[in-house]
Nanobody, 125 residues
Framework: QVQLVESGGDSVQAGGSLRLSCVAS????????MGWFRQAPGKEREGVAS???????LYADSVKGRFTLSKDNAKNTLYLQMYDLKPEDTAKYYC???????????????????WGQGTQVTVSA
């Protein structure tokens, strides 16, 4: 059974940086697509960044140039490095994976069949 556990959330000031980690446990081939989503209070969950089975990443326009995905296949860990954080980045960040299927990167929630519990990121002005 695949489980995803996020960590790295914190409270920072605007302009600061954070690195989120998502560790996958269980049977988890490195080609599974993974992604980061976030949900702010009162808003719908939105896709932030994703890496497909082919290793090609995809970023939401709102984070392009500020957030970077990386993956350590040996550790089954997906990272989201976040720079120049803004108050509007405040949200609970969730890691997700598409288990069992080849997939290109996607910022759509549908298709992701494993989710972590989330980690809170708070950015103050």
């Amino acid at each position: 059974q695949v489980q995803l556990v996020e960590s790295g959330g914190d409270s920072v000031q605007a302009g600061g940086s954070l690195r989120l980690s998502c560790v996958a446990s269980g049977s988890f081939p490195s080609w599974y697509s993974m992604g980061w989503f976030r949900q702010a209070p009162g808003k719908e969950r939105e896709g932030v960044a994703s890496i497909g089975s082919n290793g090609i990443p995809l970023y939401a326009d709102s984070v392009k140039g500020r957030f970077t995905l990386s993956k350590d296949n040996a550790k089954n860990t997906l990272y989201l490095q976040m720079y120049d954080l803004k108050p509007e980045d405040t949200a609970k960040y969730y890691c997700a994976a598409i288990v069992g299927f080849w997939s290109s990167a996607s910022l759509m929630q549908s298709g992701y069949n494993r989710w972590g519990q989330g980690t809170q990121v708070t950015v103050s002005a």
